[in-house]
Structure formats: structure tokens, C-alpha cells
């Protein structure tokens, strides 16, 4: 597709967005040589890493287009975002560290649960130990709590407190969830492939790129989640709902080129969390690195690479011809199937619109 000139506000987006990218999102001190082992509960926890900064939340993990407009929204009303959601004088936390550290540092899984409970489930303290993986969950971010607000910056925050207690081998640090929970694993995993190397979805996932799933995020994020994250699928044969949501996001990882994904179906199980020799089978699974096709990968990457540049030279045509109700359609569309991979060019496009006056709305 032709390259167009960038408005300087699409062009901002897209400098800011790429500063966010490169940052590094790492924590913030040396672990700490006595760190408590066993179970932890009602641990306070005061390191804010920059992954969690309200700033890199908003642009991992809204699409291009919806962030755009949350900017321009906060411009327009003079509002400031505080720089962290979360303030940790009123978090509390559960911990369970194996009593015996790998020779390369511990794994680490962060879970997000459904329940407002921070507790580690029923017998997977024995998993934890033979894996020499580190456990921690936060309170208050089940369901019912806000998705942007608090679960997601709780689930970093967690991890960049541990990984500043102890010594994780960020080759095994992980990001995963029951339920609802496990949704939220998902979108985390997708937006910070440089912070986790890989997701337990424990009976809850969804498609990218369409439905209530997310969207892809920027390139260089996307490219390492299809070549690097090992996405491990674990329902109960007893849970058909859920099967079926599992079967319409392994489809979705396919169509998007995801490499290392697989599933693991534990017979006479319902809608339940993982039994600790499931726990032990995922674990294991997510410590093999994922197969990798450098060439299936490319010519995957072309095929809807393609797709999406004809629907922006298309949202640029209507544009041009003055149909500014259609290309606003088709843009939100774009937005919601490429997501960061069709940024600038849709923000650009959705900035030309309103410069020109036009009718759409973004």
C-alpha cells in the first residue's frame, strides 16, 4: 500500500507508542538475598513498574483507535490520568514460594482469579514445589472488578514486586487464570509478550481480532507473541461451553500465525480450576520453548498483511470520495481486527477524517 504523509497527530501516536515499546519493563531492584519462602498471605507489596504506568496500559492493551480518542477525550476536558490506577497502601497480595530455588531462578506464575479472594487453589502448592515456580495472586480482582483499573495493572505490579524479591528466570515467567480470569490472561499475555513468556488459560479464552476478544497489538509486540509465547489451554471434558470457546481461540491462534500453543483436556472435570496434576502437565508444557517455523511464520504474516492493507487503501478511497461514513465503518472494523498492526496508518486516516470536517466520529 502507498504511504501516505502522517498528520503529526497520528505521527505522535505513533512515536509515543514506540517509546512504550522499547522501554524496558523490568523491576526495579535486586531481589533480596532472605526473602520469605512457604505461603504469604496478606503481603503488601510497594514497587510500580512501568509496564503498569496508566500511560503504557492504555496503548498496550485499548486498540489504536480507542486510545486515540481516550487522549483526545482527556485533552479536550483538561483531565489528567494519575500515572498508576492502583494504589498499593490498599493491596494485599498472596505468595507461595517453593521451599528449594531452581539453579536458574524460580518460574513464576501470576494468576488473575474470578473470585475476590487471594488464595492459592486446593493442592497446587505441591505442582508449584516440583516446578520450582513461584505463585502469586492479588485480592479484590475477580470478576467484578474493573478490567483496565485493576486486574490487569494488580497482575504487573505482582510480578515486578516478586521479580524484585527473588531471582525468576524471565524465561519462566508466566501470566495465567481461571475463568474470567483466564481472559484476562490472554489479553495480558498478547500486550506484554516482553514480560511474559507464556499463559495457563484454565477454562476461559477468546478469538483475536474479533468478537469481545482483543486485538492484535503493534508489530513488534505481535511478532514476538507468535514466535515466542506458549499459549497452554487446559478445560475440563466435563465444561462444554468452555470447550467451545477454547476451539474458536486455538482457530483464532492458527489464523494469526501463534506457533506455540496447545490444549489439554482433564477428563471428568467441569467448570472448575485446574487439579494439581493438570497444574504439573501445563507447567511442564510451558516449560518446552514453542516449535518454530521461521518460514510458515513469514508467509502467514503476508497473507493478512495483505488483507489489511486493501481495507485501509479502501478506507483511504472513501475518505478521498467523501464518504465519510462508510470509511468511519470500515475503520472501526480495521481497528478492531488489526488493531496496532494497522496503526498509524488508521489513526492518520481517522484524523485526516475529523481535520476535514467530516461526519465520523472517532
Not at 474470567?180 to 477468546?206: E, H, I, K, Q
Request: aromatic share 6%; proline share 8%.
Amino acid at each position: 500500500m502507498a504511504r501516505r504523509a502522517k498528520s503529526s497527530s497520528a505521527a505522535g501516536w505513533g512515536l509515543a507508542l514506540a517509546a512504550l515499546i522499547a522501554a524496558a519493563p523490568a523491576a526495579s531492584q535486586p531481589p533480596a538475598a532472605s526473602a520469605p519462602k512457604g505461603l504469604q498471605q496478606d503481603i503488601a507489596f510497594s514497587v510500580y513498574p512501568l509496564a503498569s504506568d496508566t500511560s503504557v496500559i492504555l496503548k498496550r492493551l485499548l486498540t489504536p483507535l480507542a486510545a486515540d480518542a481516550m487522549t483526545r477525550k482527556l485533552a479536550a476536558t483538561g483531565r489528567v490520568l494519575p500515572r498508576q490506577a492502583i494504589d498499593l497502601k490498599n493491596e494485599r497480595f498472596t505468595v507461595y514460594v517453593p521451599p528449594a530455588e531452581p539453579a536458574k531462578g524460580y518460574g513464576l506464575l501470576v494468576f488473575v482469579p474470578p473470585w475476590r479472594e487471594a488464595y492459592v487453589p486446593r493442592g497446587w502448592s505441591e505442582a508449584l514445589d516440583k516446578a520450582g515456580v513461584i505463585f502469586v495472586t492479588a485480592a479484590r480482582s475477580g470478576n467484578d472488578a474493573n478490567v483496565i483499573d485493576r486486574r490487569e495493572p494488580l497482575a504487573l505490579i505482582a510480578w515486578a514486586n516478586i521479580a524484585s524479591r527473588y531471582t525468576v528466570d524471565p524465561r519462566r515467567v508466566w501470566i495465567g487464570g481461571f475463568s474470567g480470569g483466564s481472559r484476562v490472561a490472554l489479553r495480558l499475555a498478547l500486550a506484554y509478550p516482553d514480560v511474559f513468556a507464556g499463559a495457563l488459560m484454565n477454562a476461559g479464552a477468546d478469538p483475536i481480532g474479533r468478537g469481545d476478544g482483543p486485538a492484535p497489538p503493534p508489530k513488534p509486540l505481535f511478532d514476538r507473541f507468535q514466535a515466542e509465547t506458549h499459549l497452554v489451554y487446559v478445560t475440563g471434558a466435563e465444561d462444554p461451553n468452555h470447550i467451545r470457546m477454547d476451539a474458536d481461540s486455538l482457530a483464532s491462534m492458527r489464523d494469526w500465525c501463534v506457533q506455540g500453543v496447545e490444549q489439554q483436556i482433564v477428563p471428568n472435570k467441569t467448570h472448575d480450576e485446574a487439579s494439581p496434576l493438570a497444574l504439573a502437565k501445563a507447567l511442564a508444557a510451558l516449560d518446552r520453548p514453542p516449535p518454530r517455523d521461521e518460514a510458515k511464520l513469514a508467509a502467514c504474516q503476508a497473507k493478512y498483511g495483505r488483507e489489511m492493507d486493501e481495507r485501509l487503501a479502501r478506507a483511504a478511497a472513501l475518505k478521498a470520495a467523501g464518504k465519510d461514513g462508510e470509511a468511519h465503518r470500515l475503520l472501526v472494523e480495521i481497528d478492531r481486527r488489526f488493531g496496532g498492526l494497522a496503526a498509524p496508518q488508521s489513526v492518520d486516516l481517522a484524523t485526516q477524517a475529523r481535520s476535514d470536517g467530516g461526519k465520523a466520529v472517532f
